[in-house]
């Protein structure tokens, strides 16, 4: 969860350097076809869709790891009302970790890290470490399941935990002027 404007998200992610990821469309897949033939990154890689209350969301960012089967992805959802004056917004962040095929073998689709805590914990130090994020707590969510699978059956293992980061905005530029 993310404590802050679609400003300083939008800080946030560009000074850590994560990209906001393009639509899927002929263009993009020419892209993933290339980054994946070429076992290279692609900063922009579109992500499949995923809703939360029957939306897709708000924005998407994704970090490479110079090659397309490997990637960090995070979807942002804007909520109704403020906390402390500040809007409020929930994610869903996974880690990708290889390229498989899907049922079937018709279909290929990247697979996922399934201790979703520890992308949890990349973005939350990611954030912290550059600056951008001014506070954090982590919160028990005990109704939150411990196992579950996604839509590919990838298996998805958590402690329950939800990071809450308060943004605090795009950090002042060094003065890097010789004196």
């Given at each position: 969860?993310f404590i802050g404007s679609q400003k300083e998200i939008m800080a946030a992610f560009?000074?850590?350097?994560?990209?906001?990821?393009?639509?899927?469309?002929?263009?993009?897949?020419?892209?993933?076809?290339?980054?994946?033939?070429?076992?290279?990154?692609?900063?922009?890689?579109?992500?499949?869709?995923?809703?939360?209350?029957?939306?897709?969301?708000?924005?998407?960012?994704?970090?490479?790891?110079?090659?397309?089967?490997?990637?960090?992805?995070?979807?942002?959802?804007?909520?109704?009302?403020?906390?402390?004056?500040?809007?409020?917004?929930?994610?869903?962040?996974?880690?990708?970790?290889?390229?498989?095929?899907?049922?079937?073998?018709?279909?290929?689709?990247h697979r996922i890290d399934p201790h979703i805590d520890r992308e949890r914990d990349w973005v939350e130090t990611?954030?912290?470490?550059?600056?951008?994020?001014?506070?954090?707590?982590?919160?028990?969510?005990?109704?939150?399941?411990?196992?579950?699978?996604?839509?590919?059956?990838?298996?998805?293992?958590?402690?329950?935990?939800?990071?809450?980061?308060?943004?605090?905005?795009?950090?002042?530029?060094?003065?890097?002027?010789?004196?």
């Amino acid at each position: 969860m993310f404590i802050g404007s679609q400003k300083e998200i939008m800080a946030a992610f560009g000074e850590a350097r994560w990209f906001e990821a393009d639509n899927l469309n002929a263009g993009s897949a020419l892209k993933v076809v290339q980054a994946t033939m070429r076992q290279s990154g692609y900063a922009g890689a579109p992500v499949s869709s995923l809703l939360r209350n029957e939306r897709p969301p708000d924005l998407v960012f994704q970090k490479s790891l110079n090659t397309f089967a490997k990637r960090h992805h995070l979807r942002i959802w804007k909520q109704p009302g403020t906390y402390n004056g500040k809007e409020v917004w929930v994610a869903a962040a996974t880690h990708d970790i290889a390229i498989s095929r899907a049922r079937g073998g018709t279909k290929w689709s990247h697979r996922i890290d399934p201790h979703i805590d520890r992308e949890r914990d990349w973005v939350e130090t990611d954030l912290l470490y550059i600056g951008t994020a001014s506070a954090y707590a982590d919160l028990d969510r005990p109704e939150a399941p411990k196992k579950a699978a996604n839509a590919t059956g990838d298996q998805i293992l958590t402690d329950g935990k939800m990071s809450v980061l308060e943004l605090s905005g795009p950090k002042a530029a060094a003065n890097t002027e010789p004196r």
